[in-house]
């Protein structure tokens, strides 16, 4: 069941959306080669707190960090530790924080110093798939359409979705429904209404889709060991169409 979200309860979490983008553009000042995954999960850790927030991953399902940092071929999920980062990395941060017991999530995918052509096309067509995907959270419109706009703009692009993960519904909880396939059908799915809210996440390599869990059973990777990208906002349906309640484009020099 999706669970709709009242004018009000929106507003609570786009609370929670500006100190999670917020969070971010403090993250992006501390990328740089030689930074560890670490000292980035916990700068952020320190910074949600201060803001009398709590981190949503930290504990969640057993995560160990307050950041998912994922560098390369990793898509999701990765466990902040020693990693440093190099010239040339992109790494994906995802982040979600907890404000009031309503819960924000987005990420975005950074470049290490300069990236080659490909690494740059690669974040650029998932990011504007991202945008596509937010233009179809209209009400009328079907979950499907959201799907599709994603898959349509990326696969024109030469590039691959990963199909086996997904974006969802969200509010007090991290995960609620409905499942967000990053392909599919327009047309198809739940109708979309108003108070709905979104976490859509687009997942994309530059090689095939399919990917690998890590050894930790944490950290997913493309198969192939392509590079990988990663964009999330969290989003809501409302009568005057798409309400972005994590964004961070704003806070983008």
Known sequence: MIVKKSPEEIDKMAAAGDILIRCLKLIESKIRPGVTTEQLDEAAEKFIRSQ?????????????????????????????????????????????????????????????????????KLLDVTKESLFKAVEQCRPGNRLGDVSHAVQAHVEAEGLSIVRSLVGHGIGRDMHEDPQIPNYGDPGKGPVLEEGMV????????????????????????????????????????????????????????
């Open 52 to 120: 009398g927030a709590t981190p949503a991953f930290k504990g969640y399902r057993g995560f160990p960090g307050s950041l998912c940092t994922s560098p390369n071929s990793m898509v999701v999920h990765g466990i902040p530790g020693p990693y440093e980062l190099e010239r040339g990395d992109v790494i994906s941060v995802d982040c979600g924080v907890i404000l009031d017991g309503w819960v924000a999530d987005a990420a975005k995918t950074y470049p290490v110093g300069p990236i080659t052509p490909l690494a740059q």
């Open 198 to 253: 979104f976490a859509i996440e687009p997942m994309v390599t530059a090689g095939r889709h399919q990917v690998r869990m890590g050894d930790d059973h944490w950290a997913i990777y493309s198969q192939d060991g392509s590079l990988a990208a990663h964009f999330e906002f969290t989003v809501a349906v409302t009568a005057d169409g798409p309400r972005v309640l994590t964004p961070w484009y704003e806070l983008d020099a």
